[in-house]
């Protein structure tokens, strides 16, 4: 395959979701997510009621796939945020990189606080996310990786 | 591309569904959706045109069980299948794990699925992907209707390498679930090989 698999750790999850908890907070966002530029979801923190938060990711990178190809045809090389403003509900979308980090707010927060806050938690996400791209391509090359222990019979248990 | 979360215990592989248009794309995840216990699965999201054509694409997240104790997720996508909305599919295959090439096996389709079938590996090629390295598997939809080319003909016109080819009608659900396990396994397998 093109790209490494990403594998996260514990230790690095936990730091993502710590900078998503203080974003979550610092902008009085209802919820705040990570996720993939391919639509994988990464980390969440917030109320997300009941929301499907996998659709929601795949559908925020479909958007995302969509508005720097438009970029593109005007020649602008990428739109680095997105917004959709809603009557109660919007949402702000900051690409970093292969991720993208987005902010659902409401009327008790601002575009502009949003906007601002975003901007000082991307770089900390763009270095988590480095350490982690960096890591899994070391880990790949792991012979005793965990996953080639996997046998035939684990992947047909999923099937029976 | 694969996501592995150890914090999670969670793998999440993205598998999409290629071929031309009115083929049986979102029919094979339709029937996948229908039949699969509410547990296991997520919406079925649908950005489609008034007349029910995929505009963008179909998506639905679907959970197998548990490799090891992981949590093996699979998402589920479909391209649009006709042949103007060729920027959306190179689109949907960034990131792709696995393809499934659903066929239309009648007769005055056949050129249709030569010219998606060379579509999808330009598109692969873009991608930097390459269709004869990545999990692939070909099924070979609507065998049900009158007019169809016999199998073997198919399989000798549009199997590239020897992938898993499956007999399907998924309007009825024939054929859905043997070529979602093909493409799965290859996937997990894959995976293993690291």
């Keep these: 395959m093109v790209e490494t698999t990403i594998i996260i750790h514990e230790q690095q999850f936990q730091r993502i979701k710590n900078v998503l908890a203080r974003l979550c907070v610092e902008c009085a966002a209802r919820v705040v997510f990570l996720v993939d530029r391919d639509g994988q979801p990464i980390a969440f923190h917030g109320d997300i009621g009941d929301m499907d938060t996998t659709s929601f990711s795949s559908l925020a990178a479909g958007n995302v796939a969509a508005t720097t190809s438009m970029a593109k045809l005007i020649g602008e090389d990428v739109f680095p945020a997105v917004v959709h403003e809603g009557e109660r509900e919007s949402i702000f979308i900051s690409v970093i990189g292969r991720s993208l980090l987005v902010v659902v707010f409401d009327e008790r927060s601002t575009l502009g606080l949003v906007k601002l806050r975003t901007k000082k938690a991307s770089h900390e996400v763009a270095s988590i996310l480095e350490a982690i791209q960096n890591d899994s391509a070391n880990e790949r090359l792991d012979a005793n990786s965990f996953f080639a222990e996997i046998t035939d019979e684990d992947i047909d248990s999923l099937f029976s | ?194």
């Design chain 2, 1 to 194: 591309m694969t996501f592995i979360n150890y914090a999670s215990r969670e793998i999440n592989c993205k598998i999409v569904y290629y071929g031309p248009g009115l083929c049986g794309k979102t029919t094979n995840l339709q029937y996948i959706y229908d039949s699969t216990a509410p547990q296991a699965k997520g919406k079925l999201i649908s950005l489609a045109t008034e007349t029910d054509r995929t505009l963008f694409f179909d998506f639905m997240p679907l959970e197998l069980g548990t490799v090891r104790g992981f949590k093996t997720r699979f998402h589920l996508y479909t391209v649009p299948g006709q042949v103007y909305y060729d920027a959306s599919r190179k689109l949907i295959l960034k990131g792709v794990d696995g393809v499934v090439f659903v066929a239309d096996s009648q007769e005055e389709r056949m050129d249709a699925n030569i010219e998606s079938l060379y579509n999808l590996e330009e598109n692969l090629q873009t991608q930097g992907y390459d269709l004869l390295k990545i999990p692939y598997v070909l099924q070979l939809n609507k065998r049900d209707l009158p007019n169809v080319i016999p199998s073997d003909e198919l399989t000798a016109e549009l199997q590239r390498k020897g992938e898993p080819v499956f007999e399907a009608t998924a309007s009825q659900g024939v054929g859905v679930f043997d070529t979602l396990k093909a493409v799965a396994k290859q996937v997990l397998t894959e995976l293993r090989k690291g």
